[in-house]
């Protein structure tokens, strides 16, 4: 399909939020730009008419990327996501615009084959939001011999300026709650992590699912550790979890165990999220 029925594309509200999932795209908030180009890292950019920069109008974090065009064009801003299986595949973004904006952005997803062969496509306009940051989601059943997912935002035979952030794509069949942890499956490695010198990814089974793990080998002489910096954009009382899953073999002690440390940083304005073996 090239746009999506009602019955997979939407405007998502705060209650219909479900649960946590993990957000399988990186740099999904544009803070990290390409060392060369100044761009955001991890995506695709086809145009001039996207543009990562700094702005208090960002709804997370400090970068927004702002996607405008005059006159109708059909540029995209990309990226691709390789995949273990097909199913339901939801792509989410943040998006706002003025309320005297005319245009349409459209946030699309799609599924590829292992001949890179595109089989299906799932798209939604997004048209004036008012002035208001306000979030869509778009869904693929992707077809069951599918290896990547490909997601979007720009135009197609449109223009505008749009504003877009905090976006996310995650196995699921509507959109959950936004996860501020990057690479939280180790799908892509060490990457958004710190501190992994001699720490190895492996694969492992979680809940009848292929997975990936970080392999900790705890010694009594310190703590090994990893840690992922998120900058967060929080006032009092603000709740932030964290969690994830654990399997080992150790004795559970008051000094042999394995814990998750979540620090917040005020002066900083950052999370620091710890999974620690000592």
């Keep these: 399909n090239d746009v999506?029925?009602?019955n997979n594309t939407y405007f998502i509200s705060s209650n219909d939020y479900?649960?946590?999932?993990?957000?399988?795209l990186l740099n999904a908030s544009f803070e990290d730009s390409d060392t060369l180009t100044s761009r955001a890292k991890h995506w695709e950019n086809s145009s001039s008419a996207f543009e990562r920069t700094t702005s208090d109008d960002a709804y997370f974090g400090d970068y927004v990327y702002t996607a405008s065009k005059t006159s109708n064009t059909t540029v995209y801003q990309k990226q691709t996501v390789e995949v273990l299986s097909g199913g339901e595949y939801t792509f989410s973004a943040y998006v706002k615009s003025d309320e005297t904006n005319s245009g349409k952005l459209y946030l699309n997803i799609s599924s590829y084959n292992g001949s890179n062969t595109?089989?299906?496509t799932e798209s939604i306009p997004v048209e004036s939001t008012g002035g208001e940051w306000q979030r869509y989601s778009v869904t693929l059943d992707a077809p069951s011999n599918t290896k990547k997912i490909v997601v979007e935002f720009g135009f197609k035979s449109s223009k505008g300026t749009f504003y877009v952030d905090n976006v996310q794509l995650e196995q699921a069949s509507s959109a959950n709650e936004y996860n501020y942890i990057e690479n939280g499956g180790f799908r892509e490695g060490f990457e958004g992590w710190e501190d992994e010198p001699t720490y190895s990814i492996v694969d492992t089974e979680i809940n009848d699912s292929n997975e990936k793990a970080v392999l900790f080998n705890g010694n009594t002489d310190g703590e090994s550790q990893i840690h992922q910096i998120v900058k967060i954009d929080g006032k009092k009382d603000d709740v932030f979890t964290i969690g994830g899953w654990l399997k080992g073999l150790f004795v559970n002690s008051s000094t042999n165990n394995?814990?998750?440390l979540n620090n917040i940083n005020e002066s900083t304005n950052t999370n620091i999220f710890n999974?620690?073996?000592d």
Aim: overall charge positive.
């Design 258 to 260: 394995a814990w998750i």
């Design 118 to 120: 595109k089989t299906k």
């Design 18 to 24: 479900r649960t946590n999932a993990e957000n399988l």
């Design 4 to 6: 999506g029925s009602n």
């Design 275 to 277: 999974f620690t073996n």
